[in-house]
């Protein structure tokens, strides 16, 4: 971000007028590509059951047995972890033991909406 507004201040100052609307696009860009690395390049890291086996194997210099790895990674322990998340972030509300959708709040709302918007947009 601190890039991207320096770029903007040097645009406008060697530009003039026409240098701030520059740096005023270059700003958004950089924006939405530093998100974009985060969410693509980050986000699969932290969540990718197959890379976090490869971390725990890597913590454990003496290995770890099958059992003790189905322990950390069974279906029913990754559903509860995914669950305790979404209802952390809101995403979802627990009422009377039903998950629902926390519509309106979630950043999935925003994405999905913004998708939807662009398919119709390019006839998809």
Known sequence: MVIGTINAVISGLLFGSGGILLGIVSFCLYSILS???VICCVGPYET???LRIVR???KQ???MRLERLLGFYNNRRILDLRL???LASKDL???NGVYR???GSSVFTGITAITEFLKRCYGV
Do not use: A, M
Request: aromatic letters at 14%.
């Open 84 to 86: 305790q998340r979404l």
């Open 61 to 63: 210099p003496q290995g």
């Open 48 to 50: 990718s059951v197959r």
């Open 56 to 58: 725990e194997l890597y």
């Open 93 to 95: 509300i627990l009422e």
């Open 101 to 103: 959708d926390n519509r």
């Open 35 to 37: 998100f974009s690395y």
